[in-house]
């Protein structure tokens, strides 16, 4: 179930950065995150922390 919900959000990150043309930078900046973890995030590396899955989540929906 986690991996379901961490594709997703994996996805939901993906589609945001098409969406609004945003590179990777941008949005590790407006996440304030590494943009290292950025993609370890969105290559489902490594599991996003709560306070990171919910500060992802606020921002890309």
């Given at each position: 179930?986690?991996?379901?919900?961490?594709?997703?959000?994996?996805?939901?990150?993906?589609?945001?950065q098409?969406?609004?043309?945003?590179?990777?930078?941008?949005?590790?900046?407006n996440?304030?995150?590494?943009?290292?973890?950025?993609?370890?995030?969105?290559?489902?590396?490594?599991?996003?922390?709560?306070?990171?899955?919910?500060?992802?989540?606020?921002?890309?929906?």
């Amino acid at each position: 179930m986690m991996a379901e919900q961490f594709s997703t959000l994996a996805e939901e990150i993906i589609n945001y950065q098409k969406k609004n043309d945003m590179p990777d930078t941008a949005l590790a900046f407006n996440l304030h995150i590494s943009v290292e973890r950025l993609h370890n995030i969105k290559s489902m590396e490594s599991d996003p922390t709560p306070d990171e899955k919910r500060t992802i989540e606020q921002f890309v929906r």
